[in-house]
């Protein structure tokens, strides 16, 4: 009698073992830090050693500026975010598929100082901060769709 329940329980769990396995484009999207807002889950608030600002001139020219993003305050996120994603804007029609990698690095690492530091912000600002890093996602999806159909 034990193990015939023992039995119905594990094979009442196989469909969210399965689930639990596979995983979502989301989730990847959150290990790349290319997600954020949501609060972290303790593997994805380790911190990360911060890459000096003057080492990446793609990142420079994102954010139109020389910035050392570790060093960056709450208050000035909203507008690094929207510069990114106005060079963005202006630029994608040109971006080859590396160019776009680069700025997904960029804005991955724009992301994870956002999560540091995303509490000092009011909500207004923290949607700002989430409708940009949406349109940056739909834009290279466009991208994507456009180049399979060519």
């Not at 689930?19 to 609060?39: F, H, V, W």
């Not at 911060?50 to 994102?62: E, G, I, K, M, Y």
């Not at 160019?99 to 992301?111: E, H, T």
């Given at each position: 009698m034990k193990s015939a329940s023992l039995f119905f329980l594990l094979l009442a769990g196989l469909p969210?073992?399965?689930?639990?396995?596979?995983?979502?484009?989301?989730?990847?999207?959150?290990?790349?830090?290319?997600?954020?807002?949501?609060?972290?889950?303790?593997?994805?608030a380790r911190p990360r050693a911060a890459r000096p600002a003057a080492s990446d001139p793609v990142q420079q020219h994102l954010l139109s500026s020389d910035v050392n993003l570790a060093q960056v305050s709450a208050h000035q996120m909203p507008d690094l975010y929207e510069r990114f994603?106005?060079?963005?804007?202006?630029?994608?029609?040109?971006?080859?598929?590396?160019?776009?990698?680069?700025?997904?690095?960029?804005?991955?690492?724009?992301?994870?100082?956002?999560?540091q530091v995303r509490t000092e912000l009011p909500l207004e600002e923290r949607l700002r901060i989430r409708s940009f890093q949406g349109e940056f996602h739909t834009l290279r999806g466009a991208r994507d769709v456009k180049e399979k159909l060519d």
């Amino acid at each position: 009698m034990k193990s015939a329940s023992l039995f119905f329980l594990l094979l009442a769990g196989l469909p969210l073992a399965g689930r639990a396995q596979t995983g979502t484009p989301q989730d990847e999207l959150l290990r790349r830090g290319e997600l954020t807002g949501a609060r972290p889950s303790a593997a994805l608030a380790r911190p990360r050693a911060a890459r000096p600002a003057a080492s990446d001139p793609v990142q420079q020219h994102l954010l139109s500026s020389d910035v050392n993003l570790a060093q960056v305050s709450a208050h000035q996120m909203p507008d690094l975010y929207e510069r990114f994603i106005a060079t963005t804007r202006d630029e994608r029609r040109a971006w080859t598929a590396q160019q776009w990698d680069a700025a997904g690095q960029v804005l991955a690492r724009l992301n994870q100082r956002y999560e540091q530091v995303r509490t000092e912000l009011p909500l207004e600002e923290r949607l700002r901060i989430r409708s940009f890093q949406g349109e940056f996602h739909t834009l290279r999806g466009a991208r994507d769709v456009k180049e399979k159909l060519d």
